[in-house]
């Protein structure tokens, strides 16, 4: 990455909140499906694969974003309240391919 000293630590800092809020998350499901109900399990995992694919989102940006200026720019895309909306998003998704209209959703504000 380039950029000053300054405006990479801070581009290091938004992408390491972003990829911390995302593992809390899996980690959360993952922990729930040890103690919830039957019913509760598919819509863990779709939120825990929908994690998954928007950490795959941010990989790629990781590998093809190498200005630190950039990331400062664009630091509100991976905000918690952008993070949980993307997530959101793609668990909507796979709820419906399992032909389920129950999803769990993410409080914009949420973190575990």
């Given at each position: 990455m380039y950029g000053t000293e300054k405006q990479i630590e801070y581009a290091e800092d938004i992408i390491f909140k972003a990829y911390?809020?995302?593992?809390?998350?899996?980690?959360?499901?993952?922990?729930?499906?040890?103690?919830?109900?039957?019913?509760?399990?598919p819509m863990n995992n779709d939120v825990i694969s929908a994690a998954g694919h928007v950490r795959e989102w941010i990989d790629d940006c990781v590998n093809?974003?190498?200005?630190?200026?950039?990331?400062?720019?664009?630091?509100?895309?991976?905000?918690?309240?952008?993070?949980n909306q993307k997530i959101n998003k793609y668990t909507r998704v796979l709820s419906k391919r399992r032909g389920s209209i129950e999803s769990i959703q993410l409080d914009v504000y949420y973190k575990p």
């Open positions: 911390s809020h995302i593992d809390s998350i899996i980690e959360h499901f993952k922990d729930e499906n040890k103690i919830c109900s039957e019913k509760w399990i093809r974003v190498d200005d630190a200026y950039k990331w400062i720019a664009m630091k509100d895309m991976f905000s918690v309240p952008q993070i």
